[in-house]
């Protein structure tokens, strides 16, 4: 049909209903690899929008993170976003990433600076021959074929953002360049998302910004995240976790504040979920449930029918 949208992330988002979608990340070690893969093939029978495979902090996945892309889209009905960063990559290097994604069949990539390799707090130096932010990156990304781009937003600022109006000036920067859609940081406090949208809204930009979900399910581990991502976790929250009795009770804390953080999302028109898997279903499964999402069994019976047209 002339003017449809090209098949992947932006066509669903422009179906107009709530996509929901998982992310990954390579793993180090054979236990971790049957970990993963029988996470994909958990969510895989849910037909989710796609699923995202993480850089590593510093670009320090870079290769397993291609293969690991190449191996989903070639071996699974499960549509990739393929993370990409500048980090320590110079533009030549860049092109050939990118063209090694597009052999492989994937259209979609999740378009990030990056962090530094050694210290993600630390001070960010470009490559000499790369590119020094993310919408030039995603410049490069859109001049190389017809991806569709996704970029990072971030409901509690980034932490290099001196102020909300250079952090929204970056943000527009993205779109402009060519961005598609937008996935968040961690955040733990629905308004946080919603203070960012109406920043976004009174900028005039209509980025779709789909939040992510991270089920906070163990005390220090949370922690950790919230300190390298600067993501706030409620107090009330970290009480609960700190205090539980076991990680049955800290599971059951977790995914019950995502589930309720998100499903106030969605009742908000929030365009869909991204759910942080860190590789094991059981949390991000628990909450698609307790969202009273279509179960694994009707997935796989439209599947069977082939009626789902988000098949790929």
């Given at each position: 049909m002339p003017g449809a949208p090209p098949e992947g992330v932006r066509r669903r988002l422009a179906e107009g209903h709530p996509l929901y979608s998982f992310?990954?990340?390579?793993?180090?070690?054979?236990?971790?690899?049957?970990?993963?893969?029988?996470?994909?093939?958990?969510?895989?029978?849910?037909?989710?929008?796609?699923?995202?495979?993480?850089?590593?902090?510093?670009?320090?996945?870079?290769?397993?993170?291609?293969?690991?892309?190449?191996?989903i889209a070639q071996d699974t009905t499960l549509p990739v976003v393929a993370?990409?960063?500048?980090?320590?990559?110079?533009?030549?290097?860049?092109?050939?990433?990118?063209?090694?994604?597009?052999?492989?069949?994937?259209?979609?990539?999740?378009?990030?600076?990056?962090?530094?390799?050694?210290?993600?707090?630390?001070?960010?130096?470009?490559?000499?021959?790369?590119?020094?932010?993310a919408a030039e990156?995603?410049?490069?990304?859109?001049?190389?074929?017809?991806?569709?781009?996704?970029?990072?937003?971030f409901p509690e600022r980034h932490p290099r953002s001196p102020d909300w109006e250079q952090d929204i000036r970056h943000?527009?920067?993205?779109?402009?360049?060519?961005?598609?859609?937008?996935?968040t940081q961690m955040f733990f406090r629905a308004e946080d998302y919603f203070r960012l949208r109406d920043r976004l809204d009174a900028a005039g930009c209509t980025l779709p910004v789909i939040p992510e979900i991270m089920p906070a399910t163990r005390f220090r581990q949370i922690a950790r995240?919230?300190?390298?991502?600067?993501?706030?976790?409620?107090?009330?929250?970290a009480r609960r976790l700190e205090n539980a009795r076991d990680d049955a009770e800290g599971h059951r804390i977790g995914v019950d504040h995502a589930t309720a953080m998100a499903r106030?999302?969605?009742?908000?028109?929030?365009?869909?979920?991204?759910?942080?898997?860190?590789?094991?279903?059981?949390?991000?499964?628990?909450?698609?449930?307790?969202?009273?999402?279509?179960?694994?069994?009707?997935?796989l019976a439209a599947t069977a029918g082939g009626a789902d047209r988000g098949t790929r």
């Amino acid at each position: 049909m002339p003017g449809a949208p090209p098949e992947g992330v932006r066509r669903r988002l422009a179906e107009g209903h709530p996509l929901y979608s998982f992310e990954v990340f390579p793993p180090k070690t054979p236990r971790g690899e049957r970990d993963l893969w029988r996470t994909l093939r958990d969510i895989e029978v849910l037909r989710p929008a796609f699923v995202s495979v993480t850089y590593g902090a510093g670009g320090s996945s870079r290769d397993r993170t291609t293969s690991l892309a190449e191996r989903i889209a070639q071996d699974t009905t499960l549509p990739v976003v393929a993370h990409l960063t500048a980090v320590g990559h110079s533009v030549a290097e860049l092109r050939r990433i990118i063209g090694s994604y597009a052999q492989a069949g994937v259209r979609d990539l999740l378009v990030l600076r990056g962090d530094p390799p050694a210290d993600p707090q630390g001070p960010w130096t470009p490559h000499p021959e790369g590119v020094r932010y993310a919408a030039e990156l995603v410049r490069l990304v859109r001049q190389a074929g017809d991806f569709g781009i996704g970029v990072a937003a971030f409901p509690e600022r980034h932490p290099r953002s001196p102020d909300w109006e250079q952090d929204i000036r970056h943000f527009v920067a993205k779109a402009r360049a060519g961005a598609d859609f937008a996935i968040t940081q961690m955040f733990f406090r629905a308004e946080d998302y919603f203070r960012l949208r109406d920043r976004l809204d009174a900028a005039g930009c209509t980025l779709p910004v789909i939040p992510e979900i991270m089920p906070a399910t163990r005390f220090r581990q949370i922690a950790r995240f919230a300190e390298l991502s600067g993501a706030t976790v409620p107090a009330e929250l970290a009480r609960r976790l700190e205090n539980a009795r076991d990680d049955a009770e800290g599971h059951r804390i977790g995914v019950d504040h995502a589930t309720a953080m998100a499903r106030h999302l969605l009742d908000q028109g929030a365009p869909g979920l991204h759910f942080i898997t860190l590789n094991r279903s059981t949390a991000a499964l628990d909450i698609y449930r307790g969202l009273g999402l279509p179960e694994p069994r009707r997935a796989l019976a439209a599947t069977a029918g082939g009626a789902d047209r988000g098949t790929r």
